[in-house]
């Protein structure tokens, strides 16, 4: 088997994602390469050459690639799949933007967010919010996968391979980067923090999110919400955990006045530790919480603040 | 806060197949209107009740309408939610098209109704009454008030009220005292009016009064009385609003319920008279707002089907989460596992499916009757009156049992407001109270309905259901549904042969007879439905989870409120014996 | 300029998932259907166009049993112009509903083709990418905001970590992410208008695809139940226990 994996990066840094989509990769077994594409991007190169267990690391350095622009990266992946069994990239916004395309040009299907390797064709995703399991063999030659990076560990970075630069460009001239907001937080995003603590109605109004913040700033914590608080005004949707806003699976997951409807757990339910704060004990968020305390946010959650 | 979502498969059910409602459409050549359009539009007021309403139905509650100087303010939401309600047409589903109505059916109403009811009465009954407005002014008033008024109304860019009632006329309208008097080519209105629900608000730039008021040559009694539309705001050249008319609100009751519905004190004529238009011909007014009765009493009865569904969900919620006792084995139970619960929640399943089957049935005679021929028109009408009464009086008299049941399973924490489930308790309360008491529609169904006809109309519906025992018994001999209708049928005969003997003691036995007709036409349908159902379950079409449920509910029904009929026609019985048979000073004969 | 919008009929959101006992799926027997809800951004988007002026003509497009037609009657109620069903009893992957989708775009020659990003049922997130690299139209994922000037879009996306804006040769794929819009609610008129729309209904032998199987689905399983853990008394306890037993903080 040769598999490739897609390296997550911005071009300076290699992402973790990388890493866990590497662990993916060695669990189908055989030779596993990482492909570098970006712009000025050779110390991500070096740095992925330490990834423990991978053969090589491929680059292709060129403006064309500097902002992984879907019609670019298309036919260069396309184009080193030649002998390839396996296409793996982590299922980030990047990846999920990229391999599909990739998939299609190759007439195969792609598996999206799988959490475990059954065997070289068989993979396990979690379907309709994570509230089923499924188990997919593929039937294609060329397996695309995306990765949910939650589902795997991160690989060790001890290796060093040998990086291959390579020469194609492909810029298909029909998309352009025009700019980018990157949201200035000291916060961590969402999907990626390890430690989250949200909101649902209890919170009352949109300014009483802050007592979340304070805690959020102890933990280093990303702040989320409900739907229930979003449908409320108290905060804007991007904030939304739930089946139509953002899955999470972090270390810590912290709910507070939420009272835990479908929705949101099946936004949230993968989290390794929850914790849930309501004042309501009947509240069925407490039915999937590690530790759960009955108690008026108001009073405690301050407290929580000071406590850490 | 309790979710709701609307109850759509059982909706489609009695639309569908208990009321054949395809059939009816096919029949009537309506080739764009059938169940399956129903289902889409009963989908979409879902999402707006779900999506609008459930979370304004507490603020309503708990911030009443407020009166700063003449103006009520309504509950904060209350305009945003009103603005979306009208933006997506609501208002204009069975309006009449010549002034932009969508001209739907009466049946479609009813169950969008009951979505907007279960969601939040309070809010309902504003739309509610700008309906009863819409259907005074476009059955009786001139081509000149349809011009002005109608198309605004049916938009519900402006909205309607219902001035009946008066501090010394509530019951009895004959004794209206609220002038008009014909002064410069002009009629001038002046009184005061009370329980005007949604009198005013600031959700609309005008508001359309329709005004119960006697004029100086009126003959004496009910005979005397002249309906008028007095707008808020007189209208300019273009039919704009723009003077400010003689009225406004005096003050807001302080109500038990249904905050979120202002109910005003209207004061008309302070300054010299406000500005009326009179509806129709002088002194017939009375007769106008009889003509619409039937509809806003039925009306009422969806709102207690509403409620009762509402607390239902609510109860039925709770039941499966709260936690209590230990089995045998020691694991900790939820109360829905306990028999008991279970009979409470069978009660409010049955009893809610029961009222849901009645009030559908009741309101799609009025779509039957449009469509039929002059002579059956006559036939449908007099159905329509026999049943109005045993609609709003049964439905609101059960609605209040239910509620109650719903916070019987929520235990100490369903008398602790912030459940919510309180709230449907006293919002429910007033239904047996207004647009008639119970006492009023059963002293209606005795004497008007039944001792005026010498039972005909009692009697057609008896063959009716004589019908529906056949029809089972020739599905199963044994049939128990079959037998315990008949035994019911049998009573319900009884009593109207009791009430014909003694037809000077109706109003003893009104409530009980009133009872009686109730738990039969519920039973009735109830066992009609099963029919329905096993037909579904025969042909394996439709949800056989959801038919054989109903085949459980249907018995359950029978076991538990068919029954009822017994002890009614026991009481009838007893006629004025001890009813009338105290002194007055006797009923203080424990104190005194 | 048109507007093709697809729309996919799923298991309402309220619902509550059930996995068959035989493990072969999930169980869709007689549960609430609705539109996907990012379908529902979609349409809404495509209308939002039509009614600035920039699109003349919004087709919406689903794929699947007869059923799915109930979801287009929703997205003509909405606004859209007119609808077309391939209809078929297959299960469709996502690369053959791309194909599908592809042959519509090559007879109707859209300027733009709005896609729910993904469906909540299968949560896959791909039709619209394959669907561009089918066509070679370029596209716009995870869009939060759609801006068409003559030949070219920009398309702001949701990316991790905050928005990007791309600038799109037309004619172009998006798909929506939730922020693009706020979805209106079909109104009474234009329910009663939906019925008197065009809706067209072709096949997959019509259109001349062949579907291909990918992949299969060996089994469905519900996820590992959380057990329900243990209540604190207090802020203390609560923070010893994070510290010294989850050892995550």
Known sequence: MSILVIAEHDNDTLKSATLNTVTAALQIGGDVAVLVAGSDCQSVAEQAAKISGISKVLIADNPAYEKFLAENMMPLIVELSAGKTHLLAAATTSGKNIMPGVAALLDVAQISEIISVESADTFQRPIYAGNAIATVQSLDAIKVLTVRTTGFDETAVAGSAEIEVLATVCDSGKSRFVSEEVVASERPELTSAKVIISGGRGMGNGENFSLLEAVADKLGAAVGASRAAVDAGFVSNDMQVGQTGKIVAPELYIAVGISGAIQHLAGMKDSKVIVAINKDEDAPIFSIADYGLVADLFEVVPQLAEQL | MSNYQHPYKEANFVIGHLLHFDQFCEAHSWDEINTDFTAVVLAEAEKFAV????????????????????????????ARAYQQFIAQGWPSLSATEAYGGQGLPNLLSVACNEIWQSANLAFSLCPLLGQGAITAIAEHGSETLKQQFLAKLISGEWTGTMNLTEAGAGSDLAAIKTRAEYIDGEYKISGQKIFITWGDHQMTDNIIHLVLARLPDAPVG????????????????????AAENDLRCLSLEHKMGIHGSPTCVMSYGDKGGAIGYLVGEKHHGLGYMFSMMNHARQGVAVQGLGISERAYQAALEYAGNRVQGRDKAGNSMRIIEFADVRRMLMMMKSGTEAMRALCYYAGFKTDQKAAATERQKSALQAQISFLTPIVKGWCTELTQELVSLAMQVYGGAGYIEETGVAQHVRDARILTIYEGTTGIQALDLTHRKTLSDKALQARQIFKEIQQTIDDLAVLDQRCYLSRALADALGDAQEAVSWLLENPDQGGSVAANYLQLWGYLMGGWLMAKSHLAARQQLQLDAGDSDYLNAKLVTCKF???????????????????????????????????? | MKV?????????????????????????????????????????????????????????????????????????????????????????????????????????????????????????????????????MPQGTFASKIVINNDKALVTREVDGGLQTIELNMPIIATTDLRLNEPRYASLPNIMKAKRKPLAVKTVEELGVTLKEH????????????????????????????????KVI
Do not use: W
């Not at chain 2, 076991?559 to 009838?572: E, G, N, Y």
């Not at chain 3, 699947?64 to 909405?78: D, F, N, S, V």
């Not at chain 3, 089994?219 to 010294?244: F, M, W, Y």
């Open chain 3, 4 to 136: 093709l919008v697809t729309v996919k009929r799923v298991i309402d959101y309220n619902v509550k998932v059930r996995v068959k006992a035989d493990n072969s799926g999930v169980d869709l027997n007689n549960v609430k259907m609705a539109m996907n809800p990012f379908c529902e951004i979609a349409v809404e988007e495509a209308i939002r166009l039509k009614e600035a002026g920039v699109a003349t003509e919004v087709v919406a497009v689903s794929l699947g049993p007869k059923a799915c037609q109930e979801q287009l009657r929703t997205a003509l109620a909405l606004g859209a112009d007119r609808a077309i069903h391939v209809e078929t009893e297959q299960e469709l992957e996502s690369l053959n509903v791309a194909k599908l989708l592809a042959k519509i775009v090559e007879i109707e020659q859209p300027a733009i083709v709005i896609l729910g990003k993904q469906s909540i049922d299968t949560d896959n997130n791909q039709t619209g990418q394959m669907l561009a690299a089918l066509t070679g």
């Open chain 2, 557 to 592: 029904y029978t076991q538990h409120f068919l029954v009822r009929t017994q002890a009614c026609l026991a009481s009838i019985r007893a006629g004025s014996d001890t009813i009338m048979a105290l002194s007055e000073q006797q009923f203080f004969s424990h104190v005194n």
């Open chain 2, 222 to 241: 009910v005979k005397g009385i002249s309906l008028f539309v007095v707008p808020k705001f007189l209208l300019d050249a273009q039919g704009n609003p």
């Open chain 3, 215 to 246: 992949s299969k689905i060996v089994s469905v399983n519900a996820p590992a139940e959380r057990q329900a853990g243990i209540k604190v008394a207090d802020v203390t306890e609560l923070v010893d226990k994070l510290k010294n037993e989850a």
């Open chain 2, 51 to 78: 999506n609008y309403l459930l979370e304004l139905n507490r603020q309503g509650d708990l911030q009443a309408a407020s009166l700063q100087g003449d103006k009520v303010c309504e509950t904060p939401g209350f």
